[in-house]
């Protein structure tokens, strides 16, 4: 269960507010869309099953530990290679994080958290930040999680949701909306097979910051757990670290960088972009269990999709069989591939004669493969 059995005290506002002043500011707090909302309702945007007490303590310890001290931080949160900061909205001028979400009153963050990270890792490992991926959380949670017996009101673990994507797949958003508790009654597309992205890679790197560090430096996001505390709610911006109130439960995140001059990670929300800072937070190492609960990787991302109306940028080939390449917009360079050469030809020919005239194509991709176009 997202509840930690025997409920903490509502978030107090003054009290928050006394405690920053009193450790000198750490972050800033103020009132939100979390801190508006009644303590049963707070706790339906987590999600993440709590481990047992002793657990608890002993995640938070490791946590700690690894980021005291100079030597420690050396070694554990700054990783061989990694550059001293990273944030996936600005790498190397570029934005790779799609818009932040809501999961409202369902304990489906699991499902924000992964597929957040699934979107921008397949954007950052392509080179695409224009690639516009909306992912379907609601396929995700409603049926995945459903079949691994997860609730809006149990919530789910991020390792159980990558193997979905994993041996099965998600849909894309247009094939299965998602709404709090589906109360919208959508229902999946029978043809989300068509319309599929799935992670051929994942593991864990849990309780390992410096790894974490260079994972994000090269791919572009993780998901990670940690213990969300009462003072978390009404968090505004800054550097957030624990400073009063009782445990309210576990939460989900896609982290999407670093800061080692400020001691803490990036991470995107799914509480709207009306919590925190339009939706994101800061978090220092070693707080709330943030490396040592549970931290996934995502390895790489295959798409298949049709590309929808798009416009051809380039053409390419050579005197090989089947080396025929097109540049769609937005897409970068796709291989035409298909068992039959005259086939291949067929489309290199229409997707030169869009070029040339104009017009839109739209071309069935199969994880940077083309294996279908029609030209409007």
Avoid at 12 to 17: I, K, P, Y
Wanted: charged content about 20%; overall charge negative; proline content about 5%.
């Amino acid at each position: 269960m997202a509840d930690p059995g025997t409920p903490a005290p509502p978030v107090q506002l003054d009290r928050v507010r006394t405690e920053l002043a009193a450790q000198g500011h750490p972050w800033v707090m103020g009132e939100n869309s979390m801190t508006i909302l009644e303590e049963d309702q707070r706790r339906h945007r987590l999600g993440v099953p709590l481990p047992p007490e002793n657990d608890r303590q002993q995640l938070e310890s490791q946590a700690k530990s690894l980021a005291a001290g100079e030597a420690a931080r050396a070694t554990a949160v700054s990783g061989a290679g990694a550059p001293a900061q990273f944030d996936s909205r600005s790498a190397g001028g570029a934005n790779y994080v799609t818009p932040v979400k809501d999961q409202g009153d369902c304990g489906s963050c699991v499902s924000f958290g992964t597929v957040a990270a699934v979107e921008t890792v397949a954007a950052f490992t392509r080179g695409q930040p224009g690639l516009e991926l909306d992912l379907s959380e609601a396929h995700l949670f409603y049926t995945h999680g459903a079949n691994d017996n997860a609730t809006c009101d149990t919530g789910w673990m991020p390792d159980r949701a990558l193997k979905a994507c994993h041996d099965v797949g998600i849909t894309y958003e247009d094939y299965f909306p998602y709404s709090p508790r589906n109360r919208s009654g959508a229902k999946l597309n029978a043809d989300w097979p068509n319309r599929l992205a799935t992670t051929p890679s994942y593991g864990a790197l849990t309780g390992n910051p410096a790894a974490m560090k260079e994972q994000l430096a090269a791919r572009g996001a993780l998901i990670a757990c940690f213990l969300v505390y009462q003072d978390f709610f009404s968090y505004k911006t800054g550097v957030y670290r624990h400073v009063t109130g009782g445990l309210a439960g576990g939460h989900c995140v896609t982290l999407v960088g670093y800061d080692d001059a400020q001691g803490c990670w990036i991470a995107k929300n799914s509480w709207s972009t009306s919590w925190g800072d339009a939706g994101f937070f800061r978090i220092a190492y070693g707080e709330c269990g943030i490396e040592t609960w549970q931290v996934e990787q995502v390895g790489s991302v295959n798409l298949r999709s049709w590309t929808g109306s798009t416009s051809v940028l380039g053409v390419w080939s050579n005197d090989q069989d089947r080396n025929t390449w097109a540049y769609l917009k937005d897409l970068g360079w796709l291989h035409l591939a298909s068992d039959d050469e005259v086939v291949n030809k067929a489309m290199l020919t229409e997707l030169v004669a869009a070029k040339q005239g104009g017009r839109p194509v739209n071309a069935f991709n199969n994880n940077g493969t083309i294996i279908e176009t029609y030209v409007f």
